[in-house]
């Protein structure tokens, strides 16, 4: 994969871009601490923050998936960037809890961005890389968010530390810039959509046929509710990750802690595994089997008899995410058509969005009503149900995917697995 120019640029774009994020969500944490000295507002106030970056998705993203498959993903992309750049930097005016509106009117317009950004990205993939090569290129920049995650808080904290979070949010938008060149350097590949002739509906027919599409779909059907499902398991593992391990398994904050870096641990390997055997895996086994693994895993976590067991459960956690995810983009890439990648990509995750919304605001209530073990094993059952459910309508839109590729591929000798 890394022999593929503009692949390296679009994983750099990314990594960077990722990365640099986490600047900005740590700075804002710290400085809503900073300005409110009840903890319980505090944490009120962050995550009405947070619900200001949530929201543009839900709101924003089949329109936004409409915008990509109408003009170039490429532009999209570092347009996007740019104006990201442009307004993280006001993230500094928030210095005193009056501010507090301004900056989740801020928020919402950097989600609102990013949500052309995402589906530019995913509908822009296969025209980077071979047909073939979409799992392992969806691993490799699964790995690549991953390691952005793991070092960026690390690097935040350190630059916090020393110059404060005025840099660290200019940091971010740098960060933004420089994505927005890697994506620049992108060229020789056909990133526009003029050639499918989707610019001969107005973008209301278009949003039209992108729910149509939704409607009748067994492929993309099922991937939203493999999706839906993962995003059911972890709002839940969110919310009841600490509050379990604390009350339930007696550990400090100190193993907190590690516990969350053996699950990052498993995540990079997971990255890892899809991005180097993703030419042997068919996506659609690949994507029902880890969402079966998620919920047996979820199962065993959630019947832990000790933080040791939890501890040694929890990596095989992260170890499915990538796979999970990554199969779930390629199938995606490779059973839609070019003119509808981006539109699909929203509704995907428009629902992403709205099950976790869902898992979060149920996990609470479920965990203090039935309790936080039996919330996790619970969710674990129901991940499996999803896996057979969505393993049903994945097998049924198999055969339709297989012969439109056999037709597409004809004289070219490639026999690519679904």
């Known amino acids: 994969m890394f022999r593929n120019r503009n692949f390296i640029f679009l994983w750099i774009a990314q990594f960077i871009s990722v990365g640099g994020d986490t600047f900005t969500f740590l700075s804002l944490a710290i400085r809503i601490n900073e300005l409110y000295s009840d903890p319980r507002e505090s944490v009120w106030v962050l995550g009405a923050v ?27 992309m570092m347009v996007s960037d740019v104006v990201r750049a442009l307004l ?16 989740m009117v801020v928020g919402f317009l950097v989600a609102s961005t990013s949500s052309f950004f995402n589906p530019a990205r995913t509908a822009i993939l296969p025209a980077l890389v071979k047909d073939e090569d979409l799992l392992s290129a969806n691993g490799w920049i699964q790995v690549g968010q991953t390691v952005a995650r793991l070092a960026g808080p690390i690097l935040a904290g350190i630059v916090i530390a020393a110059w404060g979070t005025d840099v660290s949010f200019l940091i971010d938008a740098a960060s933004f810039l420089l994505s927005a060149l890697m994506v620049f350097f992108i060229t020789g590949v056909v990133t526009r959509v003029e050639a499918s002739g989707v610019k001969e ?56 802690g590690g516990l969350m870096s053996a699950q990052a641990f498993g995540m990079l390997l997971g990255g890892l595994l899809i991005g180097t055997l993703g030419k042997r895996l068919p996506p659609a086994i690949t994507a029902i089997a880890s969402l079966l693994l998620f919920g047996i895993a979820g199962i065993f976590f959630g019947m832990a008899p000790s933080f040791t067991f939890a501890l040694l459960v929890v990596p095989f956690v992260g170890l499915v995410i990538p796979p999970l995810t990554g199969s779930m983009q390629t199938l995606l890439q490779r059973g839609v058509e070019k003119n509808m990648i981006g ?61 439109k590729l056999a037709g597409s591929q004809t004289g070219s000798g490639s026999n690519t697995d679904l």
Request: proline content about 3%; overall charge positive; hydrophobic content about 55%.
């Open 88 to 103: 993280v930097p006001c993230f500094i005016l928030l210095r005193t809890p009056n501010d507090l509106p301004w900056v």
């Open 201 to 256: 509906h107005s973008a209301w027919e278009d949003l039209k046929e992108g729910a149509r599409f939704a409607t009748k779909s067994r492929l993309l059907q099922g991937i939203v509710l493999g999706a839906a499902f993962a995003m059911l398991g972890l709002g839940a593992i969110n919310v009841l990750l600490v509050p379990f391990l604390n009350r339930v398994l007696g550990a400090e904050a100190d193993a907190i």
């Open 343 to 403: 539109r699909a990509s929203s509704f995907v995750e428009m629902s992403m969005g709205t099950a976790n919304l869902i898992s979060m605001g149920a996990a609470g209530w479920l965990g203090s009503w039935l309790g936080l073990r039996e919330t996790f094993v619970m969710g674990g059952g129901l991940l499996m149900l999803g896996a057979v459910a969505c393993g049903i309508l994945l097998m049924r839109s198999s055969r339709e995917l297989r012969l």
């Open 50 to 76: 947070l619900i200001s970056f949530a929201l543009p998705q839900l709101l924003l993203g089949f329109f936004a998936g409409t915008v990509v498959d109408r003009f170039d993903r490429r532009h999209i």
